[in-house]
């Protein structure tokens, strides 16, 4: 048995105890073998035929042994270890111990082994036949004697074999051990099967030869029949292995062999860091070509197949002695060693760049090929083949979204991360669950906004038709399941909705395969199966969206802001949906008898407009809030992110439907008559689903189309134009007003304002943060109100947080704002509460009102 690695090199901080234990293993050999050496001159002529067959097979086998599969650590088997094992029970241990170190010598010589090499090899096989030789003396004596074998003398043999195994691979292990580390143990435990398969083989066979030379000396050369056979078999079971590992087109290796070199790499180059040496990071390029489909497609795909082979040609002059796979179709991947930090990386991207630029020419053609390179490094992005190929798909693909050649892989661009498809599985989660039960508004009796836009009667509701009625503020019956106001009490009373049944959750291997990744998600499934409490997670984050947003010169007069502990984004997206509990096929509700992680709460948020001529409150924005019992608030933009890559945007934009016009309901029988805007995603105008939903929330609620407003952005316009406007015509059919978002910040504005029914736009509050310091910001507000004014469009400017911006907005012509400079989005209770402190102001000439000039460049 051979040391699992070929090189006779040994890492310099290993050298002393390697050596050490080398020698020590020499040195026990030679104390092993004096007395029976010095005892074998005497015994060599008495020795017969059969021996000096055995001995010259074993000395000619040993110059080809056979080699296993394996690249860089082969474990190479020595047929030698047959007949000195049979020399041994025949003859016994000096004759055994001479044409095993003759052997050992010749083999050492042909595979090009160091001297102390040689020298431990042949000590190793000295202790193991010493061992199996202590072991035979337990039977009767020398099996080659006698006329048969005896039921001890098998045992005796059985037991010499096992000896020999156990310390020949003791040894080895602990040389191994020594020489590499802490991860010999991986190397072993994979050998070990093919060790006792070929190594036990060929010592079981020794029994065999012993029998055979009993009988005829002439016998013992055919034992080579049947290592042949062996040997023939490892020699196509390699060549399998290899076709197995190859790509049949290219000739590269593939991605099975890509895997195991890439965790090879990562074992050595995890060493290497571990001691301290330079050149400890490992790189894997993934690398998709550009423009390829379209070779295919024009030119055939025998001509596709002839430029894969040319382009795995430059990736292999380039990539030098780093190993070069192709994946599949035209993606390959580079496995670049040693090197020393990621700026080698991208340099050596480079030149992988400039090598696919150039045509690559056939048929006298030129075709121009490039590439997308994605580049993930050890141990900074990942610590297993699966992940580094994971994070470099990643990059690869970041890459070609940014029409760049080369991607250094970066958490910011991995949309599909663990954590995130545990955030998706969650909000699933809390919009199947429902919402839950409405607080009373803080609101005792009449509430009276200044200027008369919104009027809180302080009288029992109206009533009229059927006993016990709701109507609106339009005199519409509300359904009986929305909400009463109980009479002369001023608190809502909410009655359950009757649930549909739904489908099951379709997130459950998700939340397994998440909630397995996550030791903190573990924790919590855990402590909600022994019914721990987890409280409410991290505190409520300030989460201003910009710093001093609070701040200013003005005093405010609408009261103390509501910290509703989320940035405010001057627009946070938030459709959302909602399904109820899960329910068996006779409609009742089935308990959920897996321990769930608490998901949090949804609610909406509101953030009031303001006319700023007036200051009266004309309407309010519907906004997102998840709190989530982990992660506190959840960024909104990331919310709307991870929910519309799924089929869970539809959920959510059904919630905010829901929630939204079931609130304008409850303030229509209230006596307020704000309308409200709220914002729907690309998927929801591409269905066309949200028309229908909407006009039957409206018609169920009787709430007037008047009353509500979506606001839709200029990116949502230009993913599919023609079944967005289908949409958004329809929409205004029914009489919903249509408002373009974040205006100034997509594509071709005009034609949208051209061509949409649109009723509002709002400028985005990028330029209004910015406009009372930058000019240009200032110039492209006021020209987006004077173009607005001029198509006869409402103007709302978001993100209003001091009063010079409120003032130049005013002298600018702008209908109406919203920002923290009135207020922040609140919850509908708290609401009310703020339309009872609220005082209009209306804004006087000032010169901090001037529009700053724009200087000419």
Request: charged share 25%; aromatic share 6%.
């Amino acid at each position: 048995m051979e040391v699992a690695d070929s090189r006779n090199s040994v890492p310099p901080g290993r050298v002393r105890p390697f050596f050490g234990f080398v020698w020590s293993v020499v040195a026990l050999a030679v104390a092993l073998c004096v007395r029976p050496l010095l005892e074998l001159p005497a015994e060599l002529p008495r020795l017969p035929m059969a021996f000096w067959v055995m001995a010259a097979l074993a000395v000619g086998c040993d110059a080809r042994p056979f080699v296993p599969p394996g690249r860089r650590q082969t474990s190479a088997v020595f047929p030698s270890t047959c007949f000195t094992f049979a020399i041994l029970l025949g003859w016994g241990f000096g004759p055994a111990i001479l044409v095993q170190a003759v052997a050992v010598v010749v083999s050492g010589w042909r595979m090009g082994h160091a001297p102390w090499r040689t020298a431990f090899n042949a000590a190793q096989y000295a202790a193991a036949l010493g061992a199996a030789y202590a072991v035979t003396w337990l039977g009767p004596g020398s099996i080659f004697d006698g006329d048969r074998l005896r039921g001890t003398d098998v045992l005796a043999v059985g037991g010499a074999t096992v000896a020999w195994f156990a310390v020949n691979y003791a040894l080895v292990s602990a040389a191994v051990r020594l020489r590499f580390g802490d991860r010999w143990w991986p190397s072993l435990r994979q050998g070990l099967g093919f060790e006792l398969l070929s190594t036990g083989s060929l010592l079981l066979l020794a029994p065999v030869l012993v029998a055979a030379a009993r009988a005829s000396a002439a016998l013992i050369p055919l034992v080579l029949v049947p290592l042949f056979a062996v040997y023939r078999m490892a020699r196509l079971s390699v060549e399998q292995q290899q076709l197995a590992s190859l790509d049949p087109l290219t000739g590269l290796p593939n991605r099975k062999a890509l895997l195991a070199e890439v965790g090879e790499q990562v074992h050595l180059h995890a060493e290497r860091a571990g001691r301290g040496e330079p050149g400890a990071r490992l790189a894997l390029l993934l690398i998709d070509l550009d423009r390829f489909k379209n070779v295919n497609d024009a030119l055939g795909h025998a001509v596709g197949d002839r430029l894969l082979v040319e382009v795995s040609a430059r990736l292999t002059g380039v990539a030098g002695e780093g190993m070069v796979a192709r994946l599949g179709g035209d993606e390959f991947a580079i496995v670049m060693t040693a090197l020393t930090d990621v700026d080698e990386a991208r340099e050596f991207a480079g030149r992988v760049v400039r090598a696919l630029t150039e045509p690559v020419s056939l048929d006298g053609l030129p075709l121009d090929v490039g590439g997308s390179i994605g580049v993930a490094l050890f141990p900074e992005h990942g610590e297993d083949f699966a992940t580094l190929m994971r994070h470099a798909d990643v990059a690869m693909y970041d890459a070609k979204h940014r029409n760049d050649t080369v991607a250094v892989y970066t958490a910011e661009s991995d949309h599909n991360s663990a954590e995130r498809l545990g955030l998706l599985a969650d909000l699933r989660r809390v919009l199947e669950a429902g919402r839950p039960a409405a607080a009373p508004p803080a609101a005792d009796g009449a509430v009276t906004v200044a200027g008369g836009a919104v009027a809180l009667p302080a009288g029992p509701p109206p009533v009229g038709g059927r006993a016990g009625a709701t109507r609106g503020g339009d005199g519409a019956e509300l359904p009986a399941d929305v909400a009463d106001l109980a009479p002369g009490s001023g608190r809502w009373r909410l009655r359950r909705r009757r649930q549909r049944p739904g489908p099951a959750p379709a997130d459950e291997l998700i939340n397994r395969i998440v909630t397995a990744a996550d030791p903190i998600r573990r924790r919590t499934v855990e402590a909600a199966g022994t019914g721990l409490d987890r409280g409410d997670g991290p505190g409520r984050r300030n989460g201003a969206g910009r710093v001093g947003g609070q701040g200013g010169a003005v005093v405010r007069r609408q009261g103390t802001p509501v910290d509703d502990g989320a940035q405010d984004r001057g627009g946070d997206r938030a459709p959302a949906g909602r399904r109820g509990p899960r329910h068996d096929a006779t409609g009742r509700r089935v308990a959920d008898t897996a321990p769930a992680v608490d998901a949090g709460e949804i609610t909406m948020y509101y953030q009031p407009q303001v006319a700023i001529a007036t200051g009266e409150v004309v309407g309010v924005e519907a906004l997102l809030r998840w709190r989530h019992p982990r992660r506190g608030m959840v960024d909104p933009e990331e919310l709307i992110r991870v929910a519309e890559q799924s089929a869970v945007m539809r959920l959510l934009t059904r919630r905010v439907v829901d929630d939204v016009v079931e609130q304008l309901a409850k303030w229509s029988a209230a006596g307020m008559s704000l309308p409200a805007a709220l914002n729907v995603s690309v998927r929801d105008l591409h269905t066309g689903e949200i028309a229908d939903q909407i006009a039957d929330r409206l018609a169920r609620y009787g709430v007037p189309p008047q009353r509500l407003q979506l606001e839709i952005t200029e990116g949502a316009l230009m993913a599919d134009p023609r079944r967005v406007l289908a949409t958004i015509t329809r929409l205004h059919r029914i009489g919903v007003g249509i408002a373009l978002d974040d205006f100034g910040t997509g594509y071709s504005s005009l034609q949208h304002l051209r061509r949409l029914p649109l009723s509002e736009v709002k400028v985005d509050r990028s330029f209004v943060l910015g406009m009372a310091e930058d000019a240009d910001d200032a110039a492209i507000v006021k020209s987006t109100i004077e173009l607005a004014k001029a198509l006869g469009l409402r103007v709302v400017a978001e993100g209003v947080e001091d009063e010079r911006t409120w003032r130049m907005l005013h002298a600018a012509g702008c209908d109406a704002a919203q920002g923290w400079f009135y207020a922040r989005p609140m919850p509908a209770e708290e609401l009310v509460g703020w339309l009872a402190r609220y005082r209009p102001v209306r804004p006087t000439p000032s010169p901090d009102a001037e529009i700053p000039r724009r200087h000419a460049r």
